[in-house]
């Protein structure tokens, strides 16, 4: 039997995942908004790429939840997104009720989903999507630290003239202004980053890193940065359709791991076909604990204020 993703908010987030997933054909998707007729126009110029793209994906743009019924993943785009000058916590009020309202239509639909939350400030919407779908937290995470990291390896790839694809990186934390970018797992194929470039290097591209996303919005003037975090959550839906069981830097729920309890953070976790299946605790430095710590504590400030 064929997967089904369905991704809510056709906005161009949303709309952009539903074109990774459908030309990997790997999966059928539903394309779910509110607006009329954007989700339908969109599906409908989705589709007609398929048979250039030799893709066998099916996909529908609809208003109607029932469409969605029966996914196995759940992508939240649904919301607004940044404005030139806004922070990403600019956006939590609106965004909390537009995600609240989609968390109790997916839960009913699709009650064994594994759902990707990607709408701003996404630490504290994967806690309300957790919260609100009551599903198990191993089914609910959230799209950030990927996103972040491969960020900071386009910037170090360009700084050394190397392949992005030999470099890594690992962004930990909240995805937001104090993201915890750790520069000692910095590596070009194993080899350490200080290595290769000067420290204060280093520090200037993980600096650009923290104000990725700001940087885009304020180049596009309208909307945010879509191809990188739709590129971002399709290498989350292909390692768990096919049980892939990557690890990834993404926000899972925390009840004791790192020291923190009952908040979702940016960490390194396994993905597979059951979720967040493993999440792997790494040893951190003094600093690097007090920068997590930090962190944590502006999540959970958002969080604290509806309750959750
Ligand atoms: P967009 O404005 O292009 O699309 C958002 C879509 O959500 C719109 O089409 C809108 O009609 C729809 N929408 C609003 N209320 C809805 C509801 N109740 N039900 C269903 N759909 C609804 O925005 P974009 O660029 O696609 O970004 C979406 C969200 O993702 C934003 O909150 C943005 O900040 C966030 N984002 C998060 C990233 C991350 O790394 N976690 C990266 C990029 C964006």
């Keep these: 039997m064929r ?30 908004d509110v607006v009329d007729g954007l989700p339908q126009g969109k ?33 939240i785009t649904a919301g607004l997104a940044r404005k030139p000058g806004m922070s990403r916590n600019d956006l939590l009020l609106a965004n909390a009720n537009i995600v609240k309202e989609v968390c109790i239509e997916i839960a ?19 806690q309300l999507a957790w919260k609100t779908t009551e599903f198990s937290c ?40 104090d993201m915890v970018p750790l520069s000692r797992f910095m590596t070009v194929k194993g080899i350490q980053m200080t290595e290769l470039l000067p420290k204060k290097k280093i520090d200037a591209l993980i600096e650009r890193t923290r104000n990725g996303g700001a940087e885009i919005v304020s180049l596009l003037k309208s909307g945010s940065a879509y191809y990188a975090p739709a590129a971002a959550i399709f290498q989350m839906i292909k390692s768990i359709l096919l049980d892939e069981k990557r690890l990834f ?19 390194p ?10 999440i792997v605790e790494i040893k951190l430095t003094k600093e690097e604990k007090a920068q997590f710590r930090k962190s944590c504590t502006s999540v959970r400030k958002l969080i604290k204020k509806f309750s959750i």
């Design 43 to 75: 599906a409908l110029d989705l589709a007609e790429a398929c048979p250039l793209w030799n893709s066998p994906s099916t996909i529908i743009g609809t208003q109607d939840y029932s469409d969605t019924k029966d996914s196995d993943i759940i992508v």
């Design 269 to 278: 976790v396994i993905l597979g076909k059951e979720g967040v299946e493993r």
């Design 249 to 267: 830097p993404c926000a899972a729920y925390l009840n004791g791991e790192y020291g923190i309890k009952d908040t979702y953070m940016g960490v």
């Design 108 to 126: 009913k639909m699709s009650p064994n989903a594994i759902a990707i939350v990607v709408t701003n400030p996404m630490d504290v919407m994967a």
């Design 138 to 177: 191993k089914r609910v995470m959230g799209m950030g630290g990927i996103l972040d990291a491969s960020r900071l390896r386009t910037f170090l790839s360009r700084e050394l003239h190397v392949s992005p694809e030999d470099i890594e990186a690992l962004v930990l934390g909240g995805h937001g202004d």
């Design 3 to 32: 997967k089904k993703v369905s991704v809510i908010g056709a906005g161009n987030v949303g709309a952009t995942t539903v074109q990774f997933v459908v030309q990997s054909g790997i999966a059928d998707a539903v394309l779910f």
